[in-house]
């Protein structure tokens, strides 16, 4: 006997008829298409055995209703986008929706690379710097005037040059008699610890923290022998080149306060008059 070959839905022979094979099984064209072909999303209607069956995100299309929404070009082959269930060819879809080039003003396509910021969107070949014209692409740039400059081109013609080490000063930096200077670079002279942002004083123009200042150059209070910075208001007395803080001036005896007051000298010491009565 011949061996059977039958649909292996309806079990009708398939001898001299098409049919087609699903997972190993022999289907009749009829039980296949009930079974297993997709709705074709534009036409609503079956895609048959012998029609192309094109698909996207889980959804078909014969290849004669594969076109665009707008302006019904086949997108067979062709670059396309997809908008709120709509497919566009890659044209439509730029003039719907696409950023424009703040450079050459031109549509940025679906699919090509751009480069944004701060809201503005550019090809990538457009995102150039201002002063070499060279691509910036993902290295680091520095606006300014609403302009965009590589940092060399930057520093070259804009950026301060600091006056200790020569280089350019891309962030932050400090002035100092009307010298520009890194941060890092504005130290003590003596001590070397970093002044931007503390108290400091200067002498023959150079600039000293207010410990090594005092430590250097400050008078010696005649009293406590700390020193006299005379910085921030700091009230001091002289006296024959002798010099005491407001509060050291006092009475060697009965350590009455002498500012604004007479008095009288024995030696190194100061009296007041009543103390120095008996001298």
Not at 147 to 152: G, L, S, Y
Not at 233 to 251: A, L, M, P, V
Request: charge should be neutral; include cysteine.
């Amino acid at each position: 006997m011949t061996e059977r070959f039958d649909c292996h839905h309806c079990e009708d022979s398939l001898f001299g008829r098409k049919y087609v094979l699903r997972e190993e099984q022999p289907y009749c064209v009829a039980c296949f298409e009930a079974l297993f072909a997709s709705t074709c999303e534009e036409c609503g209607k079956l895609i048959g055995c012998d029609c192309k069956d094109l698909s996207y995100k889980d959804q078909h299309w014969h290849e004669a209703c594969f076109h665009c929404s707008r302006c019904r070009g086949s997108l067979v082959d062709k670059p396309f986008a997809a908008k709120e269930d709509q497919l566009l060819c890659a044209e439509c879809y730029s003039q719907e929706y696409s950023s424009r080039c703040q450079e050459c003003k031109k549509s940025i396509m679906p699919g090509t690379r751009k480069m944004e910021y701060k809201g503005s969107s550019w090809h990538e070949t457009c995102f150039i710097c201002h002063r070499c014209q060279q691509p910036i692409g993902t290295k680091s740039f520095i606006p300014k005037d609403s302009e965009n400059f590589c940092v060399p081109c930057y520093e070259r013609q804009y950026a301060l040059q600091c006056v200790q080490c020569k280089k350019p000063i891309t962030t932050g930096g400090v002035t100092y008699r009307e010298q520009p200077w890194h941060r890092e670079c504005f130290v003590c002279t003596a001590c070397k610890k970093p002044l931007s942002g503390q108290r400091f004083t200067s002498r023959d123009e150079f600039a000293y923290c207010l410990g090594c200042f005092c430590d250097l150059y400050a008078k010696k209070c005649a009293g406590c022998a700390n020193p006299i910075s005379g910085l921030g208001g700091t009230k001091y007395i002289s006296f024959e080149e002798r010099q005491w803080h407001n509060d050291c001036f006092n009475c060697k005896k009965c350590s009455l306060s002498l500012v604004g007051r007479g008095f009288l000298t024995e030696r190194d010491d100061i009296l007041c008059p009543d103390c120095g009565k008996d001298i």
